[in-house]
T-cell receptor, first 119, second 112 residues
Framework: AQTVTQSQPEMSVQEAETVTLSCTYDTSESDYYLFWYKQPPSRQMILVIRQEAYKQQNATENRFSVNFQKAAKSFSLKISDSQLGDAAMYFCAYRSTNAGGTSYGKLTFGQGTILTVHP | DGGITQSPKYLFRKEGQNVTLSCEQNLNHDAMYWYRQDPGQGLRLIYYSQIVNDFQKGDIAEGYSVSREKKESFPLTVTSAQKNPTAFYLC???????????FGQGTRLTVV
């Protein structure tokens, strides 16, 4: 079974600085998708960025970028020029896309990292 | 507007009673999911469904049941067998396994 681990329960950053959130996962599959979601105090889940496992190029979305290390099964999120609105809980997620597998489509989340942004 | 609607937003249940949480989507998505979130915790998968009339147990399915009779609906029943049902429940849907999931606003269930 796939597992997702976020080893940092809490992180903090100064406004305008850069912070990196860690995520590791365990899988025997070769084809999958990885996601970072943000959950602000409103509790609405918001997609931040996604990465296809077959792509070596790291995904970027404006101030958000990932460092995807497939062999190490690591998927960290870097937030540049942090803003007060970035304060939230961040979740890493793994999605199985192995059509022949028993976990096809299963979307598994990590425990989350609470990010605080200091003005 | 397309989206996922969960109802009710707040739900109170007496111990020993079954309760059903509603999840409806008009995004024409094939896959739907139910998650449980406890305070300060991550999302734990209860059940998921890739197509109508088919669903799979997630990591914490005991004490819960679902049905998928229509593409747009995926109701979750919390049964009396669930010993600690007080939590925040999130429903999600996605078009395909390789696309992102969209989430509803959640239902907070409290046992009184």
């Amino acid at each position: 079974a796939q597992t997702v681990t976020q080893s940092q329960p809490e992180m903090s950053v100064q406004e305008a600085e850069t912070v990196t959130l860690s995520c590791t996962y365990d899988t025997s599959e070769s084809d999958y998708y990885l996601f970072w979601y943000k959950q602000p105090p409103s509790r609405q889940m918001i997609l931040v960025i996604r990465q296809e496992a077959y792509k070596q190029q790291n995904a970027t979305e404006n101030r958000f970028s990932v460092n995807f290390q497939k062999a190490a099964k690591s998927f960290s999120l870097k937030i540049s020029d942090s803003q007060l609105g970035d304060a939230a809980m961040y979740f890493c997620a793994y999605r199985s896309t192995n059509a022949g597998g028993t976990s096809y489509g299963k979307l598994t989340f990590g425990q989350g990292t609470i990010l605080t942004v200091h003005p | 507007d397309g989206g996922i609607t969960q109802s009710p937003k707040y739900l109170f249940r007496k111990e020993g009673q079954n309760v059903t949480l509603s999840c409806e989507q008009n995004l024409n998505h094939d896959a739907m999911y139910w998650y449980r979130q406890d305070p300060g915790q991550g999302l734990r998968l209860i059940y998921y469904s890739q197509i109508v009339n088919d669903f799979q147990k997630g990591d914490i399915a005991e004490g819960y049941s679902v049905s998928r009779e229509k593409k747009e609906s995926f109701p979750l029943t919390v049964t009396s067998a669930q010993k600690n049902p007080t939590a925040f429940y999130l429903c999600a849907s996605s078009q395909q396994a390789y696309t992102e999931a969209f989430f509803g606003q959640g239902t907070r269930l409290t046992v009184v």
